[in-house]
T-cell receptor, first 114, second 117 residues
């Protein structure tokens, strides 16, 4: 069964601190993995995308890693800001369907305190 | 920023009412999707479309229906709303593109928060 598991479920950090969010998946055949940021009451917005051959991708203070062998990914946030408070969702796409089916994790709810 | 719009953003209605959630995109994307999301839960695909006059049901069973008469427009309709339909509904669109990294890139609208009393 194709699944995406994220941890922790929620996280509280102080402004300026770093944090790392984890994602494990069992989706096969694998196509790509994305991290989305979803602000409360809004739609998800893509932060990074990685294919099988990529093991790291950065977008400003966000750095994602991918280990396709162990089927694990992480999202590292550096020097957190209050605006980083949001849900971060790991999304894996399979290669096996013309639809391009996406498998969503439940997200990690990040709260940044001043 | 993606050009995909949803209206209304918030809707509170009584049981038994017929409602239509609007979704429009100006990117010319062929594929469009409707997702349902409850708080703290993952997004569930309820409908999708490959293009005009193409609609399919998704993974999660839904009493809603959709239509795709124009490329840019993908409305979702509930004929008789019930409290169990209370949820956030997200519309998305995608275009395969030429590069593998852009394949299946889905752009999401802001969502409609539906509450049925």
């Amino acid at each position: 069964k194709n699944q995406v598991e994220q941890s922790p479920q929620s996280l509280i950090i102080l402004e300026g601190k770093n944090c790392t969010l984890q994602c494990n998946y069992t989706v096969s055949p694998f196509s790509n993995l994305r991290w989305y940021k979803q602000d409360t009451g809004r739609g998800p917005v893509s932060l990074t995308i990685m294919t099988f051959s990529e093991n790291t991708k950065s977008n400003g203070r966000y750095t994602a890693t991918l280990d396709a062998d162990t089927k694990q990914s992480s999202l590292h946030i550096t020097a957190s800001q209050l605006s980083d408070s949001a849900s971060y969702i790991c999304v894996v796409s399979d290669r096996g369907s013309t639809l391009g089916r996406l498998y969503f994790g439940r997200g990690t709810q990040l709260t940044v305190w001043p | 920023e993606a050009d995909i719009y949803q209206t209304p953003r918030y809707l509170v209605i009584g049981t038994g009412k017929k409602i239509t959630l609007e979704c429009s995109q100006t990117m010319g994307h062929d594929k469009m999707y409707w997702y349902q999301q409850d708080p703290g839960m993952e997004l569930h695909l309820i409908h999708y479309s490959y293009g005009v006059n193409s609609t399919e049901k998704g993974d999660l069973s839904s009493e809603s229906t959709v239509s795709r008469i124009r490329t840019e427009h993908f409305p979702l309709t509930l004929e008789s709303a019930r409290p169990s339909h209370t949820s956030q509904y997200l519309c998305a669109s995608s275009d395969p593109g030429l590069a593998e990294s852009s394949y299946n890139e889905q752009f999401f609208g802001p969502g409609t928060r539906l509450t049925v009393l």
